[in-house]
């Protein structure tokens, strides 16, 4: 049996703490804290909509990602000072979008534009996880001030939404790997479900050699063990500042064109 660095078991997540409003000008912000994983997301709202999107009646949401140079064990060069982002951080970012995208009803939403913005201040894996657990609740708080304002008069919100990763280290499936057992792993996963059960997306990939059908899915029951448990901590950590949830969240999932 695998022994974990940090004395887990294999279906264990590692501590997460997110923390709202963490900063004072965003419409949304939260700091997530998985482990000594560590990224700032904000949630920003513009009243336009991309230049594909003008007289669709319909809102969009976009993303941003990137890592500070220092957090990583040595300094990474700004890929502003490079002239454009990498391919694996357009990757992400586009990642991040569409995930939230898949649980907003963006008709409701209006023509408006929310950025998310989540900037990973310390990496120890998950950092892509980890960033659309933040910045969905980022978008949350984001919503609750709009609805407050009277800007919205629809809730927008399908669903709640987390991800997190799963792989095979030394022929062990595990939950909510740190880089160490990322950066070794046989298979590496990320998934992405919403709170009622549903899968937005599976990224696997076999890094060192392939894997069979029985352990995907004993990867997928891991996962939703997992998000599960980070749902939970988003709900509680929304309770703590949006106190009319079903003004914000919608009682049913609206049919989409």
Known sequence: MTIRTDQRE???????????GFIRHAEGSALVECGETKIICTASVEDRVPFFLRNAEQGWITAEYGMIPRSTGTRM???SSK??????????????????????????LGERTVW?????????????????????VSLVAAVDKLVAEG?????VLLDYVGAVSVGIVDGEPLLDL?????????VDMNVIMTGNGKLVEVQGTAERSPFSREELNTMLDLAGKGVEEIINIQKQTVSSFCARPELIFCPTIPERA
Do not use: H, W
Request: glycine content about 8%.
């Open 83 to 108: 002239g454009k982002p990498s391919g694996r951080t357009q990757e992400i970012q586009r990642l991040i979008g569409r995930t939230l995208r898949a649980v907003v009803d963006l008709k409701s």
């Open 178 to 186: 740190c880089y160490e057992e990322d950066s070794t792993a046989d």
């Open 77 to 79: 060069m700004r890929e």
């Open 116 to 136: 998310i913005d989540c900037d990973v201040i310390q990496a120890d894996g998950g950092t892509r996880t980890a960033s659309i657990t933040g910045a969905f």
């Open 10 to 20: 294999k279906d264990q997540l590692r501590q997460i703490t997110i923390t709202p």
């Open 151 to 155: 800007t919205l008069d629809k809730a």
